[in-house]
């Protein structure tokens, strides 16, 4: 890659689909807007238990799409920003970054705590972060896989272009 390819990180977590689900039309967005912009830029979708320091260290941009588990960040997207944040810290400061977050109700202590952590890095929220509501409050509805809706996947993927426009 030369110096001017950007990179944007999608990181994910999901156990019953909804933030996969966003994740892919942000990254499928974002893919499309590079397209049609002819760039070159590298744009991946990552688990967040595969992400290595080097691809974050070389990361443009960060894209985080986690569930809220008992009104905070799922346990494997909460061990992502374990593993990395000393070692981030003071090394990627003011990088954009954007977040979808999945819930059954409000999302909104799941969102808080990510943006405390991206506040310690000094990132800077470009893209507003969205929460994709699945209505799920049964413990059937909890468990089970989820489906997006039309319009949830389109303000997914409205988030994921606009970052990497922001390239």
């Avoid at 990179?7 to 689909?17: A, E, G, K, Q, Y």
């Avoid at 990510?114 to 799920?136: D, F, H, M, Y």
Wanted: with cysteine.
């Amino acid at each position: 890659m030369d110096a001017n390819t950007k990179t944007l990180l999608v990181i994910w977590h999901s156990r019953t689909n909804a933030a996969k689900l966003a994740a892919q039309a942000a990254f499928d967005a974002a893919c499309k807007i590079r397209q049609e912009l002819g760039q070159q830029d590298q744009i991946l979708m990552l688990y967040a238990s595969e992400v290595r320091l080097e691809q974050l260290l070389q990361a443009d941009a960060y894209l985080f799409c986690a569930p809220e588990n008992l009104a905070s960040l799922s346990g494997a997207m909460k061990e992502f920003f374990d593993r990395f944040y000393y070692d981030l810290l003071g090394n990627i400061e003011g990088r954009p970054y954007s977040a979808i977050i999945t819930a059954g109700s409000d999302g909104q202590g799941a969102l808080r705590q990510l943006q405390r952590i991206c506040t310690g890095w000094r990132l800077n929220e470009k893209v507003v972060p969205i929460i994709l509501n699945t209505a799920s409050q049964t413990k059937e509805e909890i468990l089970a896989p989820k489906t997006l809706t039309a319009e949830q996947l389109a303000q997914a993927a409205e988030v994921g272009g606009t970052l990497y426009a922001w390239l």
